[in-house]
């Protein structure tokens, strides 16, 4: 493996996939891409057509799994009331089409959402909504200082060109003692790794320039904590990647790919009816101790 630098950014290179290259950052201390798009890069591709596509995919897909979303967004919301005490005000950065933010309000939360995209933003207010549209960046947090109980960002932080700043930006939203919740793929994680090696997979995460950052639990734990926050509690997704060595190569395969995720929808809300939600809780947080699990989920204090 070669060791490559990118202006202050420096580390072993994982993988290269045309222009980009996947280094291991010495700097930064978790894995991203170089070179990293600029804003200007980034905000155009996520004003395209693509992504109204995009959009459209995703709110037809949510509609199919509600009643599966509705029990991730109650395990999101029980965790921020038990660290809180209370219900209280919420952002939700990247928003999409507000069903997040929705669940919440309907359970009697103070909601606000950010998105870049109009065709969101418009749906999140067709559902009656608060929204703002646009990036979150260091302005729009200094005019929302010290406002939430919590911040929420969902498949955020891997797209973003400074999570480092984007996080201290966050932090000045929150109130004293409020809460970050952060969920981000589980990338370069045990099973894909086994999958590149045993199974001559091609590290089929990695999917710049859409994804820019590559975190596992331990790189984003340390990010958050060098940013002034305590970590309180840690959760992994279902590990998806455990079909892959079972056989099941749904990469490329959307249909295998649903079939897979039915089964794992199936497992979750089983446990739910026969009221061991906690178990099911309980097994997420010890995949999250092995750096297992297809996303990580963090929950911490300012």
Not at 35 to 43: D, G, T
Not at 45 to 52: C, G, H, L, N, P
Not at 290 to 301: D, F, Q, S
Request: hydrophobic residues 35%.
């Amino acid at each position: 493996m070669s060791v490559k630098q990118w202006q202050k950014c420096y580390g072993e290179v994982l993988d290269s996939i045309g222009e980009f290259d996947v280094i291991d950052c010495k700097a930064c201390g978790f894995k991203h891409i170089i070179p990293i798009p600029s804003f200007e890069e980034l905000n155009e591709m996520y004003k395209s057509k693509y992504y109204q596509k995009v959009d459209n995919f995703f709110n037809e897909r949510f509609l199919e799994d509600k009643d599966w979303y509705d029990l991730v967004f109650k395990d999101r919301y029980d965790s921020f009331e038990e660290i809180s005490g209370f219900r209280g005000n919420i952002l939700d950065i990247g928003c999409g089409g507000g069903y997040f933010l929705l669940y919440g309000k309907n359970r009697g939360w103070t909601t606000l959402g950010i998105d870049p995209s109009i065709q969101s933003i418009n749906h999140c207010k067709s559902i009656g909504l608060d929204v703002i549209e646009g990036f979150f960046d260091e302005n729009l947090s200094k005019k929302l200082a010290n406002e939430f109980d919590v911040v929420h960002l969902s498949e955020v932080l891997e797209h973003v060109s400074d999570p480092e700043n984007t996080i201290f930006s966050i932090k000045k939203t929150l109130k004293p003692g409020g809460v970050i919740c952060i969920v981000v793929p589980n990338d370069y994680n045990p099973f894909q790794i086994s999958l590149t090696k045993a199974c001559n997979f091609k590290p089929w995460w990695v999917a710049p320039p859409h994804h820019i950052n590559y975190f596992d639990f331990s790189s984003l734990e340390n990010l958050l904590q060098k940013v002034g926050f305590t970590i309180i509690l840690k959760e992994a997704s279902f590990p998806i990647d455990i079909f892959l060595l079972m056989g099941d190569n749904y990469v490329g395969n959307d249909n295998l790919g649903r079939i897979c995720h039915t089964k794992r929808k199936t497992f979750e809300k089983n446990l739910a009816l026969a009221g061991l939600n906690d178990l099911k809780r309980n097994i997420y947080k010890s995949l999250a101790n092995l750096n297992l699990g297809r996303e990580i989920v963090i929950y911490a204090r300012k």
